[in-house]
């Protein structure tokens, strides 16, 4: 054990961070490119996968962070530090870069559904986000930015504690079947 598992996690976090950056970038890019929200769910799908890999490789690097415990934690602190980088990112482009990408979202929604053949259906959605944007109630980009953040801290943590049960688990059947 030359690490400890919080230096593994920071190494971690900055790969998680890049590729929560991406998932970022889709959102915020999407009033110049409207159909890269659409890779949105795909990465979401892959966030499980890239966790798990790195998650699997402190088990392998060092066989006593492979408990259930020392895993959860590892999970835990990765994606808190690569939230941290895409926070960092998010916060960078919603405050300075583009202050108003929240409201002109806003209105490219409201437009998009009230174009829509089934605008009829969402009358009263359409009403509340229309009021909040002209009374200028919609969240600023650093509310936005914190509660994304915690989102993806408390998602992390428990798809973190998924895996950590998952890989403790194998690891305990595979010590088992060794010693039939």
């Known amino acids: ?57 402190l088990a392998k690097a060092c066989p006593s962070y492979g408990k259930f415990s020392a895993l959860w934690l590892f999970g835990i602190y990765s994606v808190i530090f690569g939230t941290l980088i895409c926070s960092l990112f998010s916060a960078l482009y919603l405050v300075v870069i583009n202050p108003g ?12 559904i009230e174009a829509s053949p089934v605008a009829a259906e969402y009358v009263d959605m359409t009403t509340v986000m229309r009021s909040a944007l002209e009374s200028r109630r919609l969240p600023s980009g650093m509310q936005f930015v914190t509660t994304i953040g915690w989102f993806s801290c408390f998602v992390g943590s428990m798809l973190s504690m998924l895996l950590a049960g998952i890989l403790s688990a194998s690891k305990k059947r595979k010590t088992a079947d060794m010693f039939r």
């Open 1 to 57: 054990m030359d690490k400890s598992v919080y230096k593994y996690a920071a190494e971690a976090g900055l790969p998680i961070g890049i590729y929560l950056i991406g998932m970022s970038a889709c959102v915020l890019f999407s009033l110049s490119m409207p159909a890269l929200p659409m890779l949105v769910p795909l990465l979401a799908l892959g966030f499980p996968v890239l966790l798990g890999y790195y998650m699997k490789r």
């Open 101 to 112: 990408f929240i409201a002109s979202y806003v209105s490219t929604t409201l437009s998009t």
